[in-house]
């Protein structure tokens, strides 16, 4: 079953949000498991919402090829992240690609 994971790090800025995103380079080589990507800041910091197949997958992206940049970045503090059953999912026909 399809996850919503829902991540907030205070700590993070834009900048080393781009750093650690063209280190992973997820855009390019996606994340198996992964399915829908979005974040942005605001003045609490970086906020995450993302669908994967499942926890475990997440978990594996994460272990495997986030938090190795993470280390390497030197990011702060810990971000609060939360699963939750994904009950319905929607992308407009018109939404392609990363902007």
Same mark, same amino acid.
Not at 49 to 71: H, K, T
């Given at each position: 079953?399809?996850?919503?994971?829902?991540?907030?790090?205070?700590?993070?800025?834009?900048?080393?949000?781009?750093?650690?995103r063209?280190?992973?380079? !997820?855009?390019?080589?996606?994340?198996?498991?992964?399915?829908?990507?979005?974040? !942005?800041?605001?003045?609490?910091?970086?906020?995450?919402?993302?669908? !994967?197949?499942?926890?475990?997958?997440?978990? #594996?992206?994460?272990a495997?090829r986030?938090?190795p940049?993470l280390?390497?970045?030197?990011l702060?503090?810990?971000?609060?992240?939360?699963f939750?059953?994904?009950?319905?999912?929607?992308?407009?026909?018109?939404?392609?690609?990363? #902007?």
């Amino acid at each position: 079953m399809s996850v919503v994971m829902s991540m907030h790090w205070p700590e993070v800025t834009p900048e080393q949000y781009d750093t650690v995103r063209d280190a992973v380079d !997820w855009e390019g080589v996606p994340a198996a498991g992964g399915q829908i990507h979005v974040a !942005w800041f605001d003045d609490q910091g970086m906020h995450v919402v993302d669908v !994967w197949e499942s926890q475990q997958a997440f978990e #594996a992206f994460f272990a495997e090829r986030l938090a190795p940049v993470l280390e390497k970045a030197g990011l702060q503090g810990t971000p609060h992240t939360t699963f939750s059953p994904l009950h319905r999912r929607f992308v407009a026909p018109t939404i392609e690609g990363a #902007a």
